[in-house]
């Protein structure tokens, strides 16, 4: 954890050096709040979120996670290749049912841009209709953020795309209404995982979800700012990132070079 939270602050330290024109970076792929780490079918992901982009949408999600939401299966019901992929629906009947009976949240401000590929957000059907569905965007999107409820609440990572987003089982499509073959959403709220067995055997799922520890390198970076200003604390972490790794291979050295029974 150590490691992670030193190499965490080297990166955004080298981001938050870099010239205006390339740190815009930092806007559109802010570093998270926290992130939310995931397992699927296809392999693990991490959703990165920004609570000020959708501060009731982030609420939402992490309510979702906490919950365990996530832990009996998430079918990626609707995986449409270059614009998005949706999912929300339990593959337990029960635990839909209760999530239905939550009251939706209210709509977040727009950001007024559009999405990224890896932008996710909340789906709806109307205003303030936002509960449990959501979705990754495949790329960028003029289309993607003009509705009322669809404001992203975190991103997944360019990597996380390739390795596993962008793997997910195809074939399917959109959903019928767009003349795909995607599994009807309230027969799906009625059977369950059942009803996917049997008609989607191809279908990739959400396995579980948990609530990953605080990423600190966001407040290490702009406490140093605020005391030293953004070039020396730039220094002072490049320096002791350069000394930490002249322990390392120092301790390597000594391990290389002690005896050894023969």
Same mark, same amino acid.
């Given at each position: ?40 079918? +296809? ?41 998005? %992929? ?10 839909? +049912?209760?999530?239905?009976? %939550? ?90 995982? $059942? ?23 966001? $407040? ?26 002249? %322990? ?15």
């Amino acid at each position: 954890m150590v490691f992670r939270i030193w190499l965490a602050c080297c990166l955004a330290a080298y981001v938050s050096a870099l010239p205006d024109e390339i740190s815009n970076v930092r806007e559109l792929y802010p570093i998270p709040d926290y992130t939310v780490r995931c397992n699927s079918t +296809k392999g693990f992901f991490s959703v990165n979120v920004v609570e000020k982009w959708s501060p009731l949408g982030a609420s939402r999600f992490k309510e979702l996670v906490e919950s365990g939401f996530y832990d009996d299966g998430v079918a990626f019901i609707r995986v449409v290749e270059n614009f998005l %992929v949706q999912f929300g629906i339990s593959n337990n009947v029960e635990k839909t +049912k209760k999530w239905n009976s %939550v009251p939706a949240i209210k709509d977040d401000p727009l950001l007024g841009r559009p999405f990224l590929k890896g932008y996710m957000s909340f789906a709806g059907g109307g205003p303030n209709t936002r509960t449990t569905q959501t979705f990754i965007s495949y790329s960028k999107s003029t289309h993607l953020g003009q509705a009322p409820w669809e404001t992203p609440f975190g991103y997944i990572s360019l990597l996380d795309m390739k390795n596993v987003i962008d793997k997910l089982f195809s074939g399917y499509g959109d959903m019928e209404a767009f003349g795909g073959n995607a599994p009807d959403q309230g027969t799906l709220q009625r059977r369950g995982k $059942e009803y996917l067995t049997k008609d989607f055997p191809e279908i990739d799922y959400i396995t579980s979800c948990t609530m990953s520890r605080s990423f600190r390198a966001k $407040e290490v970076i702009a406490a140093a700012e605020a005391k030293l200003g953004r070039f020396y604390s730039v220094l002072i972490v490049l320096a002791l990132s350069i000394a930490i790794l002249a %322990v390392l291979a120092v301790f390597a050295r000594l391990l290389k070079l002690s005896p050894k029974d023969d």
